[in-house]
């Protein structure tokens, strides 16, 4: 049962433009939700966070978005870089006390073309 | 400021040989520890959790486990390992506290032959 789903595998972008990655989720116990890129061999590292009660949470070139009614949450990166070029996970948790644990959906694979 | 070391970053083992991975946690104190592994193509899946010293939960049944022994260190073990056991193996800590993000390790790339 695949709760956080991230349908596109890969995802191509011209330099310059903005990129858009997106997630699903079925939980709606979830209430926190981040995304997280990753460079092979790496361990991923955390990008931006939104929690449920708010709809958009922006840093630099990050924006996330989350509609809670349709269970979707994206990200837009604008403009985008070849630096961009990395594997991106969302990810959410329950806000529960005790261990936050966090599920990942499968990954999408940016590509930035110069 | 907060850091997060895991080793070692490759291993190739033996189908039936142990293992043992490692991960302390400098910085903070009782964190929340985890244990995540990345099978090829795939997402990352959640082994284990800690939220105290001696406290493990595991999240699939698997051919692992995983021990606290100190606040900050925290092991991934097996004692016969299985050709489905390889994969890419990531510790992570996070604050006990609501609506934080976890902190990754550099992970471990184990393959199993």
């Known amino acids: 049962d695949q709760q956080v789903k991230q349908n596109s595998p890969s995802l191509s972008v011209q330099e310059g433009r903005i990129s858009i990655l997106n997630c699903d989720y079925t939980n709606s116990m979830f209430d926190y939700f981040l995304w997280y890129k990753k460079y092979p061999a790496e361990g991923p590292t955390f990008l931006i966070s939104?929690?449920?009660?708010?709809d958009k949470n922006e840093d630099g070139r990050f924006t996330v978005f989350l509609n809670k009614s349709a269970k979707h949450l994206s990200l837009h990166i604008v403009p985008s870089q070849p630096g961009d070029s990395a594997v991106y996970f969302c990810a959410a948790r329950e806000g529960s006390r005790g261990a936050q644990k966090l599920v990942f959906g499968q990954g999408t694979r940016l590509t930035i073309n110069p | 400021s907060q850091t997060i070391h895991q080793w070692p970053a490759t291993l190739v083992q033996p189908v039936g040989s142990p293992l043992s991975l490692e991960c302390t946690v400098e910085?903070?104190?009782?964190?929340?520890l985890y244990w995540y592994r990345q099978a090829a193509g795939r997402g990352l899946q959640l082994l284990f959790y800690?939220?105290?010293?001696?406290?493990i939960s595991s999240e699939v049944p698997q051919n692992l486990s995983a021990s606290r022994p100190q606040d900050r260190q925290f092991i991934l073990s097996s004692k016969k390992l299985l050709l489905s056991d390889s994969g890419f193996y990531l510790c992570?800590?996070?604050?006990?506290?609501?609506?934080?993000?976890?902190?990754f390790g550099q992970g471990t790339r184990l393959t199993v032959v």
């Open positions: 910085g903070t104190s009782n964190p929340n």
């Open positions: 992570a800590w996070s604050h006990g506290r609501p609506n934080t993000e976890a902190f």
């Open positions: 939104i929690s449920s009660i708010k």
């Open positions: 800690s939220v105290g010293i001696g406290q």
